[in-house]
Structures are given as structure tokens and as C-alpha cells.
DNA sequence: CAAGATGTATACGGCAGAGTCCACCTATGG
DNA sequence: CCATAGGTGGACTCTGCCGTATACATCTTG
């Protein structure tokens, strides 16, 4: 830039071959639609996070669509890969197929569940995996909720619930990966219990006093281990 | 007659005081916004939603940037209107104000948390409103989890959980009014219990092995684990 | 009724970003 | 060592949409 003559290259221009550079775009694009979305995002950013140049994005991909389908697509098929157990709801092993996806790759994992999601254009592929789950959530959870109206409440609250806890638990640095999942599963049965019951609730090893928990917090130190 | 291109007008041309005229604006935009956020939103759009022209959105707004903003802050406002209690955490009071809010105006509430919330340039009053709440979260969960990283990631997830779950409320058809701020908290208690315990867990409903087989991936074939 | 506020229709400037083209460079592998 | 696939850089068109301007119609109110 501040010499606009010709100059060596300083870097040697690394080379990939084309099945690699299009994983590497794919990848790249993924972590720069993970910060906006599709439409906010621009293909010169995405070049510039892949190290290349625009020009060569439509070497690989055909528009900016098929770029997020691709990069959608990747991620979808990575989900499928790690919960390909026929509908059969929340088992600990789904559980930890997602988030083993999500660990693997956090960016694509918000991409799919915090923009595609609401995405007009794109949402149709995400959703249907979101419905399907829903749908094996709720024949779990009808049998267990009388009210029908909450039994469905339930099994979209439920998996919703689930994946914000783990995007929050992304966030938060993955902490005791062992037993996340359990963690996980415990944030699920929840929802399902708050659909259940309308008795009084209180926070664990609290007393029975609805409000002002603040006011008498104990510090109770069980020491488990982590 | 001076012009004979132009028709008599079948409809009467509705006209508002500037206020309630700017009030409408807000509320169709709102409802525009909350499909495809910001960017994705044309002024074209939110025109044809309030049922005028674009031009008129400049009588009313500087420009687009602005009219967002006016949108948010009118959420924003109601939201701290029935939240304004001092910081105080998750008492059933403000989870009521925020399923009113929620119920008054959907999209709004969908807008504010699924769209702005990610949104670069808008994200930050949002967020600050949302950090509050995690840190009046973790006020209350910190003494109950000795884990300080658990205890982030409920006081992040917590919350999260719960507006997904108010989310879903709405989805389903606002069920069961009543008892729905009490089940919102139960589902941000399960988080806490989420992060509190390593336990086996299962439905209610099943009888629960205890405590010991915390890494064993255990599968019941009742076809109900969750 | 006159004035002013409100709304319509249309056209235009400008800009950002998608998508294309071309001339040229250079690792890399046979 | 040479052919080629993989890459650079810039200039270009085109489209969509923001934002502005102008001219005209019509409801409302003092």
C-alpha cells in the first residue's frame, strides 16, 4: 500500500489444493457469518478472513448463497453425523453428539441456531432439523403432561433451552466437559418439569420463601469435585 | 382537473396526528424488523407495513439507523418500566413484567432478543440490559455453586433458557397464563440444579438409581430417556 | 374558506456490495 | 524445467436500497 511499486511477495503465497482450499473458505466463512449473518456480511470480509482474494470465492462457490448453503450444509451434515439415531429424542448420546459439534466448531454452531435460524431464505433446512427434534421431544414428554397446549410448549422450550445453555456453556470456557451433558439433559428435564407442576418452587437448599431470595443466601460449600 | 392522469382515490386517505402517526410507524416496523432484523429490513418494507410511503418515514425519523433505534428503545423502555425494580434478580415480579412485555408485543420481544442481540451495531444496549440480568443471575447462584465457571454459565444460561422458553410460551399460544411466570422460574432453576449437580437424572415419573454412575453411559430402553 | 399539516407519486443521486473479466504472477509436481 | 492449477489486483457493470427533492392532492382546523 505505501509503495505501489511491485515488491517481492514477503509471504510466499501459500497454496492449497482445491478440495482444501474449499474446506479452508468454507471454515473461514463459517467464523465470519457466525459474527453477523448472512446478509451483514460481506464476501470481501470473508475473502479477507480466508486470506484470499474475492475472485477466487467464485472459483469455488457459484454466489454468496451457495457459499452459506455450503457452509450450512457442512454444518448440518456434522449435527447428522452425531445424533443419526432414528428420531428417538434426548438420549445422553445425542446430547453429546450436539455437543461435540459445538465444541468442534462454536461459531458454526451459533451460525446455525442464532442467525440461520431466523433467516428467511435459509431457515427452511435448519428449522426442519429443529422440528424434528421438537417433534421427538414432544412424544417423550406428551405421555408425562396431561395439558396438550404445554406438553407442546415443553417440547419446543426444552431444546431450545438446551442449546442456549450450551452456547452460554461455550461461552463460559466449557467447563466440566465430563458432565455437561448431564448438565445439558438436567436443563431440558426442567422445561419439562415447569410444564408439569404449578406448585411453589423454590432454589435448591432454600427454604420455601418464593421471593427475596437474595435476602438469606447461604453459602453452602458441598465441595464437589469437578 | 388541471392534471387527468390522476384518478379519484378509492380510499379515503387515512391521516393521523404526527404522534400517533409516529407511534404507528414504530409498531409496523417492529413488526417488519422482527422478521428479518436490521439489514435484511427494507424501508420499502416497514412503508408497505404501516400502509404509506418511504417518504413519509423521513417526516418521522432521520433515517433508517434512527427509526431501529426508536424501536428498540420503546422495547427497551417497556421492558425497564416493568423490570425497573433495582436490580434484584429473578424474582416472580419481573419475570411477570417480562412475559407481560413479551405478550404485549411479540415481535418486539422477539426482535430485541433474537435479532438486536446479535446485531453489532445495535447490540450493546441490549447486552447491557442482558448482562444485568446475568449479574443479578449470579448474585443469587453464586453462593449455591461452589464452581465458579458453573456458576457463570448458569448465570448466563439462566437467563438465556428462560427467555427461550417465554419465546416458545408465545409460540404456543400463550398457555395457562397463571402459572406461567412460576414455570419460566422453574426453568431457570433447573439450570441452577443443572449446574449444582453431576447426579443421574431421569424424568419424573421414573424411579432414580441414586448417585454413582456419573460417566457411565447408561442406555434405558424404556424409551423415555431424555 | 384559507392555511397548514399530512399523504401520494415519481424521479434522481449516491453508494455499497455482488458478480465478471482480464492481464499477469508463481508454487508445485510430473 | 516447464505446464498448469492456483493465486493476485484492479477495473468494470449491475443491482438494490438509502436518502433527497419536487410537484401535487386532500384532510383538518381555526
Redesign the interface.
Known sequence: MTDPTVEPRDEPVRRMKRADRREQIISAATEAFA??????TSLDEIAEEAGITRVVLYRHFDSKSDLYQSVLDKMCERLEAHIDEPVE?????SI?GLLRVASDSPAGFRLLF??AL???EFKERIEKFRNDVSEA?YL?IA??VP?D??A??AA??AP??A???T???L???Q??P??VA????????????????????????QPTS?????DE????????D?
Open positions: 459474527r453477523s449473518g448472512f446478509t451483514a429424542g434426548f438420549t445422553d448420546e453429546d442464532q442467525h431466523r433467516e428467511t421431544a417423550q405421555p408425562l395439558d397446549a404445554l407442546r410448549w419446543q422450550a431450545a433451552a442449546i442456549e445453555a452456547i452460554a456453556w461461552d463460559a470456557g467447563p466440566d465430563a458432565h448431564a448438565r445439558i439433559r438436567k436443563v431440558a428435564i426442567g422445561v419439562v418439569e415447569a410444564a408439569l407442576s404449578t406448585d411453589d418452587i423454590s432454589l435448591p437448599g418464593r421471593r427475596d431470595q437474595r443466601q447461604q453459602h453452602q460449600d458441598s465441595g464437589q469437578m
